[in-house]
């Protein structure tokens, strides 16, 4: 089974309501749906109702960057997956290197949420990755290795075929410095063999793995070159549609 390939766009905490509906309608002119691509934005919260109606018929769906691992309830500023769903959301990001260093979560949360999102039929792309710490002590593949571990611990086995996982090296996000294609490539595969031991070969083959930090219009395209890249999460070069554009014209 082809994998299937996605470039989404982390808008973080970024963007007002008028720069993401102009960000969008000129993203629209410049690229046309194609079958073998998906792109997806993720905006903060706030716009995502908005960027439904922005969407519209564009062919490019619609993430979250977050939600609750509980179902609903008393949990003051959280979102719940079934909010998400009513309002639109194909995707959503969990586990994201940012969320885990400010604000708490783990590998046994992220692996919670993941579940939460599956049950609600919300694709998760679960983020993991090393810090520069670990990288340098050798540690990455110990510390990548747990943190998928944890999401096939916590997820139902026939929902494992929905996972898609982002790599995304701690070291590389925001900084200007990427992964090389081949550094990623590496990690790529660590990480479908891991969900081989765990899941199977079905479900590894079947797994998109994007790579995520400081992807560009200039590495998009050698690093979709690579045999186990599946796609691209895009966090700075997603605010403006003509770097967004570019990237995904690279995708040949
Ligand atoms: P940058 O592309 O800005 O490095 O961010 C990557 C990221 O964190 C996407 O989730």
């Not at 679960?126 to 290795?145: K, N």
Request: aromatic letters at 6%; one cysteine or more; charged letters at 20%.
């Amino acid at each position: 089974m082809a994998r299937k390939t996605i470039i989404a766009g982390n808008w973080k905490m970024n963007l007002l309501p008028v720069e993401g509906e102009e960000m969008v309608a000129e993203l629209k002119e410049r690229i046309a749906p194609r079958e073998n691509l998906e792109v997806v934005i993720c905006p903060q919260m706030a716009l995502v109702p908005l960027a439904l109606d922005w969407l519209y018929d564009s062919g490019i769906q619609l993430g979250a960057q977050n939600c609750a691992e509980k179902l609903a309830g008393a949990y003051t500023g959280e979102t719940s997956a079934e909010l998400l769903k009513v309002l639109g959301c194909h995707y959503c990001l969990v586990g994201h290197s940012e969320r885990r260093s400010l604000y708490g979560e783990t590998d046994e949360s992220v692996g919670g949420k993941t579940q939460t999102l599956l049950n609600m039929s919300i694709i998760p792309i679960v983020c993991v990755g090393e810090t520069l710490e670990q990288r340098e002590s050798g540690a990455h593949f110990d510390t990548i290795g747990a943190q998928v571990t944890a999401v096939f611990n916590k997820v139902d086995p026939e929902a494992w075929t929905r996972l898609v996982f982002a790599y995304e090296p701690v070291w590389a996000i925001g900084t200007g410095k990427t992964a090389t294609p081949a550094q990623a490539n590496e990690i790529h595969r660590f990480i479908r063999e891991r969900i081989k031991e765990l899941a199977g070969e079905i479900v590894a083959n079947a797994t998109s793995i994007l790579y995520g930090g400081s992807a560009n219009a200039s590495n998009a395209a050698d690093l979709l070159g690579k045999s186990e890249i599946d796609g691209l999460l895009v966090g700075g070069a997603s605010l403006k549609a003509m770097d967004f554009s570019q990237i995904i014209a690279s995708f040949k």
